[in-house]
C-alpha cells in the first residue's frame, strides 16, 4: 500500500460525458502528479501540482482540466469525453516539488471506460 | 527535452534464469534513475533508484547502475522467479516533468 487514494477504481461513461478522478497523496506530500497510462500511449504525465499550484504541464488535452485543494486532494476533470481517452489514469504523490532525488508513490489508478 | 528509451517486451524467461532490462536515457546535466514495477492490476512502485553517476541501486535481488559515460541504468537480476512477472519502467528525474519509458513486460516461467 502506498498511501495514495484514487476514487473511483472503475469509471464507465459514454461519449461526451465529463468526469472527475480523484486523488489523496500520502501524508505529508505536497506535490500530486496525474498520468495516463494507455496501451499505445504507454505512461503520459498530465500534469503536476504542488502545494495548491499548478507546477508543470505534461500531454495534457485543453478538455482536461486539475486542480489541487487546501487539504491537498487532487481532482483531474476529463470533459467532453472520447473514446480515446479510455485509459487508466494514475495519481502520485511526493515528498518535494520536482523529481530530483525523489521517488514518486502511485494510487491503484482509476480506469476510465468510455463507450 | 528529456528522454528515456527501454528495450521493448516481453521479455519472457524461465525461472532462475539472468535478467537484463536495457535502459538508455538523454537529459540535460545529472539527473537522479529509477525502475519502477507494476505488478498486474496494480500501480507502479518504486524499485530501485540512484541519484548519481556510478551509483548503483539495488532492492529485492534487483541491481542497476547509473553509468554517466553510457547514459544507461540498465536493469539486471541474477535469478528471476515467476513472482516477478510484471512491467518494468525507466524513468529519469531531475526536473519538474519526469520522464517514463514506455515499459517491458517480463513474463517468467516455472
Known amino acids: 500500500d502506498s498511501g495514495v487514494t484514487q476514487t473511483p477504481k472503475h469509471l464507465i461513461t459514454a461519449t461526451g460525458q465529463r468526469v472527475t478522478l480523484r486523488c489523496s497523496p500520502r501524508?505529508?506530500?505536497?506535490?500530486v502528479y496525474w498520468y495516463q497510462q494507455s496501451l499505445d500511449q504507454g505512461l503520459q504525465f498530465l500534469i503536476q501540482?504542488?502545494?495548491?499550484?499548478?507546477?508543470a504541464k505534461g500531454n495534457i488535452l485543453e478538455r482536461f482540466s486539475a486542480q489541487q485543494f487546501p487539504d491537498l486532494h487532487s481532482e483531474l476533470n476529463l470533459s467532453s469525453l472520447e473514446l480515446g481517452d479510455s485509459a487508466l489514469y494514475f495519481c502520485?504523490?511526493?515528498?518535494?516539488?520536482?523529481?530530483?532525488?525523489?521517488?514518486?508513490?502511485f494510487g491503484p489508478g482509476t480506469r476510465l471506460t468510455v463507450l | 527535452g528529456n528522454s528515456v528509451t527501454q528495450m521493448e517486451g516481453p521479455v519472457t524467461l524461465s525461472e532462475e534464469a539472468f535478467l537484463t532490462i536495457n535502459c538508455t536515457y538523454t537529459?540535460?546535466?545529472?539527473?537522479?534513475l529509477f525502475w519502477y514495477v507494476q505488478y498486474p492490476g496494480e500501480g507502479l512502485q518504486l524499485l530501485l533508484k540512484?541519484?548519481?553517476?556510478?551509483d548503483k541501486g539495488s532492492n529485492k535481488g534487483f541491481e542497476a547502475t547509473y553509468r554517466k559515460e553510457t547514459t544507461s541504468f540498465h536493469l539486471e537480476k541474477g535469478s528471476v522467479q515467476v513472482s516477478d512477472s510484471a512491467v518494468y519502467f525507466c524513468?529519469?528525474?531531475?526536473?519538474?516533468?519526469?520522464?517514463f519509458g514506455r515499459g517491458t513486460s517480463l513474463i517468467v516461467h516455472p
Open positions: 502520485a504523490s511526493s515528498v518535494v516539488s520536482g523529481a530530483v532525488y525523489n521517488e514518486q508513490f
Open positions: 501524508s505529508g506530500d505536497l506535490s
Open positions: 501540482y504542488y502545494n495548491g499550484e499548478e507546477r
Open positions: 537529459a540535460t546535466g545529472y539527473p537522479s
Open positions: 540512484a541519484t548519481k553517476a556510478d
Open positions: 524513468a529519469s528525474g531531475g526536473s519538474y516533468i519526469p520522464t
